[in-house]
């Protein structure tokens, strides 16, 4: 089992940047690859992106492309997802999750929620105009 708590989330203005935290805690070695997920009112739960752990490259939604950027401190066992340039149609849930991957192309092309086995409980994140 892996134990997943986010934080960092909170309110920020259009442009401005924000980073959010998941600590992952258990059996951390069962699971190799990495995701951020979100989640707005009324709308599906939507893939941001994913980090292969162990040689850390990482893949994006376009919609985040080159604002927001995944990164990991294993020392610490924890993922960073710093998000840049934010803008309102960011303003959702955000949950990080994990699975098992056979490879760094598996981990970036497996990008449903039903391919994530643990979850986190999620964080705010609100953007105003």
């Known amino acids: 089992q892996v134990q997943l708590v986010e934080s960092g989330g909170g309110s920020v203005q259009a442009g401005g940047s924000l980073r959010v935290s998941c600590v992952a805690s258990g059996d951390t070695d069962s699971s190799n690859c990495m995701g951020w997920f979100r989640q707005a009112p009324g709308k599906e739960r939507e893939w941001v992106g994913s980090i292969y752990l162990r040689d850390g490259s990482a893949a994006y939604a376009d919609s985040v492309k080159g604002r927001f950027t995944i990164s990991q401190d294993n020392a610490k066992n924890t993922l960073y997802l710093q998000m840049n340039s934010l803008k309102p149609e960011d303003t959702a849930m955000y949950y990080c999750?994990?699975?098992?991957?056979?490879?760094?192309?598996?981990?970036?092309?497996?990008?449903?929620?039903?391919?994530?086995?643990?979850w986190g409980q999620g964080t705010q994140v609100t953007v105003s105009s």
């Open positions: 999750a994990a699975r098992k991957s056979l490879s760094a192309r598996y981990c970036s092309i497996g990008r449903e929620s039903g391919a994530f086995r643990y």
